[in-house]
């Protein structure tokens, strides 16, 4: 009977660090949501702030980044979609786009 008892408390510790290992992990994923939500909405203003014609010299069409990072809004409320289309647009086509922009 004692042995029963000495039980009951084990799993219940490992119910409490489950439970915080699960708290903990969900709040992981949500704070890489909130990122990729973030640079989406940054990747967005600047993608319609720059005018048209910085656009033409790198190749990329204005239409399709603002579509695509106001689409990554949207998919980083449900998983990492958006961060990764966040991540593209601030690092491998921002630089391109605004280029032209700083060698005048």
Same mark, same amino acid.
């Given at each position: 009977?004692?042995?029963?008892?000495?039980? %009951?408390?084990? @799993?219940? /510790?490992?119910?409490?660090? @489950?439970?915080?290992?699960?708290?903990?992990?969900?709040?992981?994923? *949500?704070?890489?949501?909130?990122?990729?939500?973030?640079?989406?909405?940054?990747?967005?203003?600047? @993608?319609?702030?720059?005018?048209?014609?910085?656009?033409?010299?790198? !190749?990329?069409? /204005?239409?399709?980044?603002?579509?695509?990072? *106001?689409? !990554?809004?949207?998919?980083?409320?449900?998983?990492?979609?958006?961060?990764?289309?966040?991540?593209?647009?601030?690092?491998?086509?921002?630089? %391109?786009?605004?280029?032209? @922009?700083?060698?005048?």
């Amino acid at each position: 009977m004692t042995e029963s008892v000495q039980a %009951k408390p084990k @799993a219940g /510790k490992i119910m409490v660090v @489950a439970e915080i290992l699960t708290t903990a992990t969900a709040t992981l994923i *949500a704070l890489i949501d909130l990122l990729g939500i973030v640079l989406c909405l940054i990747g967005f203003v600047d @993608a319609v702030r720059r005018p048209a014609s910085t656009w033409l010299p790198s !190749g990329y069409r /204005k239409s399709n980044w603002v579509l695509l990072t *106001a689409v !990554g809004v949207i998919f980083g409320l449900f998983f990492f979609g958006g961060l990764f289309i966040g991540i593209v647009y601030l690092f491998a086509i921002r630089p %391109k786009v605004a280029a032209p @922009a700083d060698e005048r």
